[in-house]
């Protein structure tokens, strides 16, 4: 009554060589990328050439890559690009602050140890500054 008729004996040792199979697997590479991929990739190449040393403006640059079959708008492209930049400033801004917290935090640090050795007591790490009685 079942609508599946099993031809084939499903084992165990058949499970464990599919589960090895299917874990051993790379992850396919993509032909297609996003044009946010696309542009990140390309990113370098465009800001040079719409620098003032080289002078295309975004439209330009839409042309040229038009002809390879990449249909972005010119403005398209310089919101990605803005995009782009605005995504890795936040990225170096975070990185920035994580160092700047870590610095202020042992130059309190090394002020408490000047304090308390001036007082001939030792150092106490406290993040209020105060030293032991």
């Known amino acids: 009554m079942s609508e599946h008729q ?9 499970i464990d060589k599919a589960i090895n199979l299917l874990k051993d697997q790379k992850p396919k590479e993509r032909e297609d990328v996003s044009d946010r991929e696309a542009i990140r990739k390309m990113r370098r190449y465009i800001e040079k050439l719409t620098s003032s040393k080289y002078g295309y403006t975004y439209d330009e640059v839409s042309e040229m890559l038009k002809s390879l079959g990449i249909n972005l708008a010119g403005n398209r492209i ?27 935090e042992a130059t309190e640090t090394q002020q408490e140890e000047k304090a308390s050795s001036k007082a001939g007591e030792t150092p106490v790490n406290s993040k209020k500054g105060k030293s032991k009685s």
Request: hydrophobic fraction near 20%; glycine fraction near 6%; charged fraction near 35%.
């Open 78 to 104: 310089k919101y990605l690009i803005g995009e782009l930049k605005k995504s890795s400033r936040r990225r170096h801004q975070a990185s920035d602050n994580d160092i700047s917290t870590s610095g202020q």
């Open 6 to 14: 099993n031809l084939e004996v499903i084992t165990k040792d058949k």
